[in-house]
């Protein structure tokens, strides 16, 4: 079994930065591959970004191409997601996902077994 617990969501103003952070307890982190999805409200949980075991290859949506980073720290059980020049069409609940291998890039809620509860972002204009 797998925990995920998110952190780390507020309210910002547009053009502004948040760090997202998701613990991992269970499991072997390393060997999970990891994901971040978020859902507005009245709208589909959608795909945010994607990170491999080795933190090697990332992926992520064209929405936040350029301005979000994912990235994880092993020795932690932590995976992070940076979120800079923030937009109000960013603002979601942002949800943690992982999963043990598959295959990459893991864009699809199915593809994942292990969820977080979410954590709030709201961007303020």
């Known amino acids: 079994q797998v925990d995920v617990v998110e952190s780390g969501g507020g309210l910002v103003q547009a053009g502004g930065s948040l760090r997202l952070s998701c613990a991992a307890s269970?499991?072997?982190?390393?060997?999970?591959?990891m994901g971040w999805f978020r859902q507005a409200p009245g709208k589909e949980r959608e795909f945010v970004a994607a990170?491999?075991?080795?933190?090697?290859?990332?992926y992520y949506a064209d929405s936040v191409k350029g301005r979000f980073t994912i990235s994880r720290d092993n020795a932690k059980n932590t995976m992070y997601l940076q979120m800079n020049s923030l937009k109000p069409e960013d603002t979601a609940v942002y949800y943690c996902?992982?999963?043990?291998?598959?295959?990459?890039?893991?864009?699809?809620?199915?593809?994942?077994?292990?969820w977080g509860q979410g954590t709030q972002v709201t961007v303020s204009s």
């Open positions: 996902a992982a999963r043990y291998g598959g295959s990459w890039p893991p864009l699809r809620e199915y593809d994942y077994g292990y």
């Open positions: 269970g499991g072997i982190f390393s060997r999970q591959q």
């Open positions: 990170i491999r075991w080795s933190g090697g290859s990332t």
